[in-house]
């Protein structure tokens, strides 16, 4: 008898023949698994004494350069910061996960209750969504921000506001053309309620397009951090943050102090990469026509 190879999936084929979707969602996945690990691990880096405490002040903290103490040197406020950089990818990835949480939850529902009942309620959520969705997301993030205050949750919440529009329409636009699919009429026919029919047969059938969006809206999230700590408006000043850092370290940049713009800067635009190949890798599985187009 001949073993047989256990089958993968699509995307995790990492032979030659991969196509190039596939190599962008590899990519995107190793990239994001990346920092996932090592948002999880700095703790405990922290807790075995591997790497320096991100909020402590250290005794010389005149910009050294990188050294086996100090891998990524330290900042002009004494702070390590390679610990500030593996810090912030927690930071990081704590708001972005509740900035598309909170959207998603609040879009998805109002789309299809929106796409499904119609009338008033649809033109109302459709006016609302609208207006919210012509103002720029940063703009808005940055006003919002200003009202709330800084923190996790708060700048959470000040970044999700921008993403529901986008949930909300993608949404509302698959309920409308499935609601008159033949199993919905059979369903309502039979006299199951508005939300037995939401619940059970919309749901599942309007969300495929989500993960993409969820993704690719957690990329743009990360900017948008990045440039409410650059502004001094994202988390407090003591918590690791790569915009907050990039802001502190190009004071001393025109002096030549590389080292603290560099490795914050880095991570940031690795983050943004990673997510966005992961985005656009799992549109080309997800949407068909997508796949089509591109064959």
């Known amino acids: 008898m001949t073993a047989t190879k256990a089958s993968l999936p699509t995307f995790l084929n990492f032979s030659k023949k991969a196509n190039l979707s596939q190599r962008m969602l590899q990519i995107g996945l190793i990239i994001t698994l990346f920092f996932i690990v090592i948002a999880f691990f700095a703790p405990v880096f922290q807790a075995l004494g591997l790497i320096q405490d991100p909020t402590e002040f250290l005794s010389n903290p005149m910009h050294q350069p990188p050294s086996l103490k100090h891998l990524f040197g330290t900042s002009r406020l004494g702070y390590d910061v390679f610990s500030r950089a593996l810090f912030g990818a927690q930071a990081a990835l704590q708001v972005v996960i509740l900035a598309t949480a909170l959207s998603m939850l609040i879009g998805v529902p109002l789309g299809m209750v929106s796409g499904y009942l119609g009338g008033r309620l649809d033109k ?56 008159t699919e033949v199993y919905i009429e059979a369903a309502q026919a039979l006299g199951a309620n508005t939300w037995q029919i939401m619940s059970r047969y919309l749901f599942f059938n309007v969300i495929q397009s989500v993960p993409v969006l969820f993704t690719l809206n957690a990329a743009d999230a990360i900017l948008v951090l990045g440039g409410l700590g650059f502004l001094g408006l994202g988390l407090p000043e003591e918590t690791p943050e790569w915009g907050y850092d990039l802001k502190e370290a190009l004071q001393a940049l025109p002096t030549g102090i590389w080292w603290t713009t560099l490795f914050p800067g880095l991570a940031l635009t690795l983050m943004v990469v990673g997510l966005s190949l992961l985005g656009e890798g799992l549109n080309e599985f997800v949407n068909p026509r997508s796949r089509r187009d591109n064959r």
């Open 124 to 179: 109302i959520l459709l006016f609302l969504m609208d207006s919210i969705y012509t103002l720029p997301g940063l703009l808005l993030s940055v006003t919002l921000a200003f009202i709330v205050g800084r923190g996790i949750l708060n700048a959470a919440l000040a970044i999700s506001i921008s993403y529901i529009p986008q949930y909300f329409r993608v949404i509302r636009n698959q309920t409308v053309s499935v609601k």
